[in-house]
């Protein structure tokens, strides 16, 4: 008799399994036999131990992995004939009241994915981000560029400004002792880039070589070294040296050094316009799909099953303490991350990956080939030898299905703009490129 899936509410559901012993044991026997043709035991030739030392060594792991198989093939058979689909891993409990002799029970309780119900599309309201590209914004980039190639010449009696290096002595103590990194000589930075706390930097800002100042300091409560996160420290520097920025010529070495072969200044500027061009493209289309993505999580309000929002939860903590090694926070493997900090936002993740699934499905929004090529041809055209780059993508499936996923995300926010309420939002260049 096949076994009834039972409803326990919202997306819970539960179903009974049972399996025989006999079969269990039967099969249990074929894998021992298997293992004795070829087993190496002490004091027997290869295949010639008696089956009884084999069950005894072999026995337990063998029978554990026959009852999960045959376990498994049960739920399987349940789930297959109850057209269900399972969301994350089912919760065995073996059962033992009422179960006939010979006979193992168990109950699996497990979550399945919801109809997903699609929201009226021409309800929504979205926006669609552009931003202009003109001389000024290149003019602009050409500044930021030649700043990064500043050479910097000491001042000896300069007031410390904003883009000047700065090399100084610090100290930085706790109630007067000094804590683990508060401590650097001859240690350089860029004034008014970010590098340092606001509280440094304006602390600096105006002092010359050989100048000395105490003040205090407060670190942010999510400060990174937990030693001084929330607390206020006081640090002594000394200024060693106040270097200005000089910066290139805008002239054919300049272009030449930018890759411009020809050291041609106006083709130069026609290369960074193309650049920033394909930059403000991919940000626009960045905010738009964000816009649409948001409107399709906020007008979706089916329930979404518990353990794949909690797998999203622990794969964003897993990413965070990464991060946290990477910026070289000690104990990052063991610091506390709470799973609420994460739960919200894994809620909208799971839901939103069940609509755009859906909405693929149904409008039929699947990436073609052509598409693929297209959007790999185009992201080529920011390297030095395109045809490489299509031919590497093309040829590697890996990057080919990273590309596809691109594109199939292109195609929904496409959809959704064809159906919407969209009114454009015209973003000013610097709050795009993250330069205001």
Not at 111 to 130: F, G, I, M, N
Not at 287 to 295: E, L, P, Y
């Amino acid at each position: 008799m096949q076994p009834v899936v039972e409803t326990l509410s919202g997306l819970q559901r539960r179903v009974d399994l049972a399996v025989s012993l006999a079969d269990v044991e039967k099969e249990v026997q074929a894998q021992l036999k298997r293992v004795a043709s070829t087993a190496k035991i002490q004091g027997f030739r290869p295949g010639k131990a008696p089956l009884s030392l084999i069950e005894r060594s072999h026995g337990p792991g063998i029978r554990y992995d026959v009852i999960n198989s045959q376990v498994g093939r049960a739920f399987e058979q349940a789930i297959d004939a109850s057209k269900l689909r399972v969301a994350g891993t089912p919760k065995l409990e073996p059962k033992t009241e009422g179960v006939p002799e010979g006979t193992l029970a168990f109950s699996a309780e497990f979550e399945v994915y919801p109809e997903v119900q699609l929201p009226d599309l021409s309800t929504l309201e979205v926006k669609r981000a552009v931003a202009e590209v003109g001389p000024e914004e290149v003019e602009r980039t050409l500044g930021i560029l030649r700043k990064q190639r500043a050479q910097y010449e000491s001042r000896a009696d300069r007031a410390a400004q904003d883009d000047d290096r700065v090399t100084l002595d610090f100290v930085g103590t706790l109630d007067g002792v000094p804590f683990e990194g508060g401590k650097a000589e001859d240690f350089p930075f860029v004034l008014g880039q970010g590098r340092m706390l606001p509280e440094f930097e304006t602390a600096v800002r105006g002092m010359k070589a050989g100048e000395t100042k105490t003040f205090p300091l407060a670190f942010p409560a999510d400060y990174a070294g937990q030693e001084v996160a929330g607390k206020t420290a006081e640090f002594a520097i000394t200024i060693k040296d106040v270097a200005e920025p000089v910066l290139p010529e805008l002239d054919a070495e300049f272009a030449k050094s930018l890759g411009q072969a020809e050291g041609d200044i106006e083709k130069l500027r026609a290369d960074i316009a193309a650049n920033l061009q394909r930059e403000v493209k991919q940000r626009t289309q960045g905010r738009t799909k964000t816009s649409v993505m948001d409107a399709l999580a906020q007008a979706s309000t089916f329930e979404v099953p518990k353990a794949l929002v909690e797998n999203d939860t622990q794969s964003r903590i897993a990413s965070a303490r990464e991060e946290l090694k990477q910026r070289g926070v000690p104990n990052a493997e063991s610091v506390p991350i709470p799973a609420e900090a994460f739960a919200g936002e894994s809620e909208r993740r799971v839901r939103l990956g069940l609509v755009v699934s859906e909405l693929v499905k149904q409008a039929q929004l699947q990436a073609k080939p052509e598409q693929v090529r297209a959007r790999i041809e185009e992201f080529a055209q920011s390297y030095e030898q395109p045809a490489q780059v299509v031919s590497y993508y093309l040829s590697d499936r890996q990057r080919r299905a990273e590309i596809e996923a691109v594109v199939l995300e292109d195609n929904v926010v496409e959809h959704v703009l064809s159906k919407a309420k969209v009114t454009e939002e015209k973003v000013p260049f610097d709050q795009l490129m993250g330069t205001a």
